[in-house]
Nanobody, 125 residues
Framework: VQLQASGGGLVQAGGSVSLSCAAS??????MGWFRQAPGKEREVVAA????????YYADSVKGRFTISRDNAQNTVYLQMNSLKPEDTAVYYC?????????????????????WGQGTLVTVSS
């Protein structure tokens, strides 16, 4: 399945940005968002199961970011509020085609089969 991310851009600290990621087909497994800041390794931001009953957020974004998905539209979203300069990064969506939820697996980049092209979010202070 191919993923196409959109959204992002330049925003002031404290502002909000919404990212979208459309899949070319059905994704019955976990979908997640990762980010890579300049000079840093890519890290998991959030992940959500196909049923929506299971979700994970990195501590750094908990309470500020919300991941959601519309399975009928094969789309996953990331609503980012109260943005901080340290949220500046390229954001990637990813899909794991393995069905079911496993928290350890949801946090691992290697578990995801498909990746979007990345979209840049820049938060100015």
């Amino acid at each position: 399945v191919q993923l196409q991310a959109s959204g992002g851009g330049l925003v002031q600290a404290g502002g909000s940005v919404s990212l979208s990621c459309a899949a070319s087909g059905s994704t019955f497994g976990t979908m997640g968002w990762f980010r890579q800041a300049p000079g840093k390794e890519r890290e998991v931001v959030a992940a959500k199961s196909w049923t929506g009953n299971s979700v994970y957020y990195a501590d750094s974004v908990k309470g500020r970011f919300t991941i959601s998905r519309d399975n009928a539209q094969n789309t996953v979203y990331l609503q980012m509020n109260s943005l901080k300069p340290e949220d500046t990064a390229v954001y990637y969506c990813a899909a794991d085609q393995t069905t079911g939820w496993n928290l350890a697996r949801a946090k691992k980049q290697q578990a995801y089969n498909s990746w979007g092209q990345g979209t840049l979010v820049t938060v100015s202070s």
